[in-house]
């Protein structure tokens, strides 16, 4: 078999694993060698865009001395690929500033405006803790930690969310405003990522848990986004996500769940919004992490699932899409990232269960973080959608935690010297050999250019739902008739377990 094509569609990051059992033969009649040449064309293409779109104002000696754009030889008298500084300008700015009064038809989203500005924020700056320790007493602790005074507006952000608190539970999108599910998820994250144990004590759970129950959907089996309102399956990821992080999670909140989740799964292997949609990047995201969540794992049909994931992801540009035959988004760098997350989580247990070791790689997360330095930031600080599109916080907060994950485990397989590159077991047992990596999207990105862990399933920092966690493990309520004690999820407690997020 020739190398040059094994490294091409079988990278070391194994973007392309499906073609393995069809090497040599040749895909509908279509040789190998002409496949090559129409990617390199393409390959080609994308380098001269990325050339006269990234650089056009640039000085002719300042441009990378070099033919391929993606490799960013050039680059290499950069010191950092990352705008760090600028990124966390326009963040808090979008926190500090003034709005205009166009921007009034947005006032729905103030509460996730905030979550997006303090979750990219906390992901950029330089404070990470990684050695956590509380001791049993947490009359001893302060109410404030120490990660809420790197807000230098915690006091507006914490009096700004909790007065969003509606009376009866759940969180407005603003004041005035009837509460939603997506304004209660963004609250609770944002209050957690401030890290104010006071604020976090303020929310009312007894109410939080009756909201959670009023918006059951009796029909379907899922949740409404409001009263009355819609149902969907992201729907589904936010209430599962709350209740897990406030500890709210029983047996009656979630009763009949599976048939719902079973109802949102797609021809090809995805899932969609509901019954009978088209296959979505974000959708499957919330419906895998919530199972997940759950510890409902065994609903995934996991080969179709990971066949169709794993084909989301661009093989010129490096990005993901969020449908088939759609263009990449840079916010989809979560999406993915964080699914392939949870699925590689489903994996490990399932390996467990069958004592076989889990090994497999779907992902090119050199190519992800190439796409998303060189092509999405905007030099005045912020991720854009892709090239020539304006920057904004939905997803400069989605580009930097898919770039997060990515980053992590690119990390990881670097320094795995036990990990080999395989496909599903249906495909076969290739190996590669991790020293060598694919020359067709890396970019050289030092240690200036990482940013802080995020968690795949709740999308916040770990060091923060370790604090949250510790606080609400010594506040349990009683929830129910029967006297049943919220919970966190049972999936997650045990991926916190396994990976080591530690209480003691």
């Known amino acids: 078999m020739d190398d040059h094509i094994c490294n091409l569609f079988l990278t070391e990051k194994g973007i392309y694993p499906w073609y393995i059992e069809y090497m040599g033969d040749g895909v509908e009649g279509e040789s190998y060698k002409s496949i090559l040449e129409s990617v390199r064309n393409n390959q080609i293409c994308y380098q001269n865009f990325v050339s006269d779109y990234c650089y056009s104002d640039m000085d002719e000696y300042e441009k990378p001395k070099t033919s391929n754009i993606i490799n960013m030889v050039g680059l290499k008298k950069y010191k950092n690929l990352l705008y760090r500084d600028e990124h966390l300008e326009y963040v808090r700015q979008m926190r500090l500033r003034r709005f205009p009064i166009s921007s009034a038809s947005n006032e729905a989203s103030r509460v996730l405006i905030i979550y997006w500005s303090v979750h990219s924020e906390e992901l950029l700056e330089t404070d990470y803790n990684y050695n956590i320790v509380f001791d049993d007493d947490t009359s001893s602790r302060s109410n404030k930690s120490d990660s809420a005074s790197k807000f230098v507006d915690s006091d507006k952000i914490i009096a700004t969310l909790l007065n969003l608190q509606y009376p009866e539970g759940g969180f407005c999108g603003n004041f005035s405003h009837m509460p939603n599910i997506v304004s209660t998820y963004a609250a609770v994250c944002s209050l957690i990522i401030v890290g104010d144990t006071e604020a976090l004590g303020s929310i009312d759970r007894i109410k939080m848990y009756q909201y959670l129950k009023s918006l059951r959907d009796s029909d379907t089996g899922g949740f409404q986004a409001t009263l009355d309102g819609e149902v969907d399956i992201r729907v589904f990821y936010c209430v599962v996500a709350i209740a897990s992080m406030l500890h709210l999670i029983t047996e009656e909140l979630f009763e009949k769940i599976d048939d719902y989740i079973l109802s949102c799964v797609a021809f090809d292997g995805g899932f969609c919004g509901e019954q009978g949609g088209e296959s979505h990047g974000a959708y499957t995201y919330c419906a895998v992490a ?120 690119a990390i990881h397989m670097k320094d795995s010297s036990d990990f080999p590159i395989s496909s599903f ?72 377990e396994h990976h080591h997020y530690s209480l003691a």
């Open 290 to 409: 919530g199972v997940c969540i759950l510890g409902k794992s065994y609903l995934l049909d996991l080969e179709n699932l990971i066949y169709w994931a794993i084909q989301r992801q661009s093989g010129v540009e490096g990005g993901f899409q969020g449908r088939t035959n759609k263009l990449i988004d840079s916010c989809y760098s979560f999406w993915f990232t964080g699914l392939l997350y949870c699925l590689k989580e489903v994996c490990r247990i399932r390996s467990m269960l069958a004592e076989k070791p889990f090994n497999h790689v779907w992902c090119d997360y050199q190519a992800l973080q190439s796409f998303l330095l060189v092509c999405c930031q905007s030099p005045a600080g912020g991720f854009r959608d892709k090239p020539g599109l304006s920057r904004d916080m939905y997803h400069t907060c989605y580009a930097l935690s898919g770039l997060s994950l990515a980053q992590k485990m």
């Open 425 to 496: 077991e249906t495909l076969g047992s290739p190996s590669e050999d991790f020293s060598k990596y694919s020359d067709v999207h890396t970019i050289p990105v030092t240690s200036n250019d990482l940013i802080n862990p995020t968690d795949p399933f709740l999308n916040i920092r770990p060091d923060k739902i370790i604090q949250a966690r510790h606080f609400l493990a010594n506040n349990p309520l009683i929830l129910t008739d029967s006297g049943e004690i919220g919970i966190e999820g049972k999936g997650y407690r045990d991926y916190i």
